[in-house]
């Protein structure tokens, strides 16, 4: 019996192999993929290129990481200029209107329409899709790496203070914070105020609670959009972060100081810290033997309509200027990334999160988010979907958001060095934010957002 | 009569010296002249077109109050450590000159730090005056809150100026101690047998003599210290905290390639680059006057 099977078997082989390397005798058409990633991460952005590859015969992916998002983008624009770009690259959220003024780029939806790939649009997270999505909807991009931020919260220390759960209102963990300041921990709380910050602090906090960080929807609607973060809730959230900090409740953590905010978690020295949901799997590696943690969603001021959070990460832009067997092959590509069994690969490899409904049910049903490791990522879908995303909470369309976040962490430094009032600080940086998106407005005159 | 063998015609001279003015030429000149088309204009990043705006740049640049304490910082840095790595170079050196025990070693070793590239060298100083895990922890258990480079400007400058220094002392040591070894030793043994003492011999013999080597590190030390900051700035502080270590070549570097900003940088670095050639020229007509060459 089993001689017979064995048989069958490499019969059926033998026959797909010769199948298989009839397609062969072509020379793979070959595509150049760059992506900001290193470390581990580059590692698995490699297995799947790999993955891919092996998948079928006709394209190969070349992918190269270029070390991180503010460099692949500068290098991609170099490349661009001298007509050597990538077919593909990876871009980074706030890159999102740079390149959509760019007019480099193949739009993704009509690429994948062209080669005859039907995605459904409607299976990504709205919070996901229209963050990358034009006014109107189309997709230009593909989202890839997602994440969103979450509250990590130490479960010892708070049962110390004879809580089981995690604070929901941020009036909550002003009591919290201080009952475990008076329970004798050193650091309640971690953040840290640079540029990167921006993202939970700022640009997390006005989502969920519906506040605009510009006017024009965030800019969605118009390139004359201007900031004004100095006049919304998050006045009143500034002014609670540094009374924390100078009650000694709240403590600065970077990098530069010895110590970064996920270390400072991990370790059992601070007690609750706000990080991507990417954090996930080094908080588990690298923390202090039998800390008990989770993951909780960011807290909103009582009395608040919760909005949905939004996403952070990258998008996957098709570049201008190849040949069509290359966008064959880009668009199997990304075909081959939207697929759920991808989605699993890469959320269990890395803490990003599945970017589409199919791909969130299909975990599901392996059972990926009942297992320890895993076990809280799913807090991040429903932070992402905790509503329907307004007009507000779409995202942010800002022209040289790298800068304006650059001038966040600027001012937050001036004003946690007690060299500002909080209004003072956030009017400077509305001021000098207004100035970078006048600037980036008049470099781009007569054309309008998509 | 000397005998002189000279070419008589100068195509010969123009030849040898083509293939230094085309590097010349395509590394220096054509940037440069780039540079000051950018700055003239308003750059779309990704080359989709651009606008001349004439003088506009410069104009929104020299109204920018950040700009200003940029150029503060800037002077505050090279000025300080310039003045650091040369007194500590020059100390070095002369010890190491008068042969005492151990001098050889001192030699080879303190030359080392000029061979290690200043992003490395920020990493180990970033370690080192950590305010939370490094060297400055121990001092911060004494009086807490010391040393807070995290929000303290004034630490954070303090902490780029010790790793600039702490480089350059091992380039200017090399040119202090060629240039003690080239005053001849009768003249310093002359001045011993006369009876005068070591300090009176350094200020009266071997300073003097030293002094075109000083001007020439003072030149090439703030020179550097607007240019080769870079790396040490970038790795220790990004600029921070609010600013106070944002020196002009890293407003350039993240105005530029993170901001994309092409424009605005290319205008900084043209008033980075009069700035230096004035400080240069300032330096020849007036300091130069003090040298003693013999």
């Not at chain 1, 006014?135 to 969103?148: D, Q, R, V, W």
């Not at chain 1, 993202?199 to 965030?218: C, D, G, V």
């Amino acid at each position: 019996m089993t001689i017979i099977k064995r048989g069958l078997a490499a019969l059926a082989a033998g026959a797909l192999s010769t199948a298989l390397a009839v397609p062969a005798f072509a020379e793979p058409v070959k595509f150049d993929f760059w992506f900001g990633l290193s470390g581990d991460l580059a590692r698995v952005v490699d297995t799947l290129c790999k993955n891919f590859n092996a998948s079928q015969k006709d394209y190969e992916v070349v992918c190269t990481s270029q070390g991180n998002y503010d460099a692949t983008l500068q290098n991609t624009i170099a490349a661009f200029r001298a007509g050597k770009q990538p077919a593909v690259v990876q871009v980074y959220d706030v890159g999102t209107a740079t390149m959509m003024l760019s007019g480099a780029y193949k739009p993704a939806d009509k690429l994948m329409e062209e080669n005859g790939y039907k995605i459904d649009y409607a299976d990504y997270f709205p919070g996901i899709a229209r963050y990358y999505a034009t006014s109107k909807g189309e997709m230009l991009s593909f989202p890839f790496n997602s994440s969103t931020a979450l509250m990590y919260w130490n479960k010892d220390a708070f049962a110390k203070i004879g809580k089981t759960e995690a604070p929901k209102t941020w009036e909550d963990v002003g009591a919290d914070l201080q009952a475990m300041k008076d329970a004798g921990y050193e650091c309640p709380m971690a953040i840290n105020i640079s540029a990167n910050e921006s993202w939970q602090l700022m640009e997390q906090f006005s989502a969920i609670h519906n506040q605009p960080i510009a006017t024009k929807n965030n800019g969605y609607d118009g390139l004359d959009a201007r900031l004004e973060v100095n006049k919304t809730k998050f006045v009143q959230y500034v002014t609670d972060l540094k009374k924390w900090y100078d009650a000694g409740l709240i403590k600065i953590k970077s990098k530069d100081l010895g110590q970064d905010m996920v270390q400072a978690f991990a370790s059992g020295t601070c007690q609750v810290i706000m990080t991507s949901v990417g954090d996930h799997g080094t908080v588990g590696k690298t923390q202090k033997e039998g800390m008990k943690w989770d993951v909780a969603e960011l807290p909103a001021y009582a009395g608040t309509e919760r909005k949905n959070s939004l996403v952070g990460g990258a998008s996957l832009w098709v570049l201008s200027g190849k040949s069509d067997a290359e966008y064959k092959g880009v668009a199997a590509f990304l075909n081959f990334i939207h697929d759920p069994k991808t989605a699993l690969f890469w959320s269990t490899n890395t803490g990003y999160i599945p970017v589409t409904k199919s791909g969130f049910d299909y975990m599901k049903s392996t059972g990926f988010y009942d297992k320890a490791p895993y076990k809280g990522r799913e807090v991040a879908i429903a932070s992402l979907t905790a509503s329907e995303p307004t007009e507000i909470t779409r995202g942010i369309r800002l022209g040289n958001f790298t800068q304006i976040r650059a001038e966040f962490g600027t001012q937050m430094q001036a004003i946690f060095a007690n060299k500002v009032s909080v209004q003072q600080g956030l009017d400077t940086l509305v001021k000098n934010g207004d100035a970078i998106l006048d600037r980036f407005q008049q470099t781009y005159p007569g054309k309008t957002l998509p | 009569m000397e005998k002189r063998v000279t070419f008589s015609s100068w195509t010969i001279g123009i030849l040898f010296a083509v293939p230094q003015l085309l590097l010349i030429f395509t590394f220096f000149y054509w940037p440069a002249g780039q540079a000051v088309y950018w700055s003239l204009t308003l750059q779309q990043p990704w080359g989709g077109g651009n606008i001349w705006v004439g003088l506009d740049n410069f104009r929104s640049i020299l109204a920018n109050a950040d700009y200003w304490n940029s150029i503060t910082a800037s002077l505050v840095f090279a000025g300080i450590s310039t003045g650091l790595a040369m007194f500590v170079a020059l100390v070095l050196a002369a010890l190491t000159d008068r042969q005492l025990a151990g001098s050889r070693l001192y030699r080879v070793v303190l030359i080392w730090p000029y061979g290690i590239a200043a992003p490395a060298l920020a990493m180990a100083f970033r370690f080192v005056l950590a305010p939370e895990a490094g060297f400055m922890a121990v001092i911060n258990q004494v009086w807490p809150g010391f040393w807070d480079p995290g929000l303290d400007g004034a630490d954070a400058m303090a902490s780029i100026i010790i790793a600039f220094s702490w480089k350059y002392v091992g380039y200017n040591f090399i040119f202090f101690l060629a240039a003690f070894q080239a005053i001849p030793r009768s003249l310093i043994e002359a001045a011993a047998m006369d009876g005068s003492g070591v300090m009176r011999r350094f200020w009266d013999i071997q300073f003097p003599l030293i002094t075109p080597t000083i001007f020439f590190l003072l030149v090439i030390n703030i020179t550097e210290s607007f240019q080769d900051s870079f790396g040490i700035v970038d790795i220790m502080t990004s600029g921070g905290p609010a600013n106070a270590t944002n020196l002009m070549v890293y407003k350039i570097y993240s105005d530029g390639f993170k901001g994309l900003d092409y424009s605005g940088a290319a205008a900084q670095s043209i008033i980075l680059m009069l700035l230096i050639v004035v400080l240069t020229i300032f330096q020849f007509r007036f300091i130069e006057r003090r040298v003693h060459y013999r």
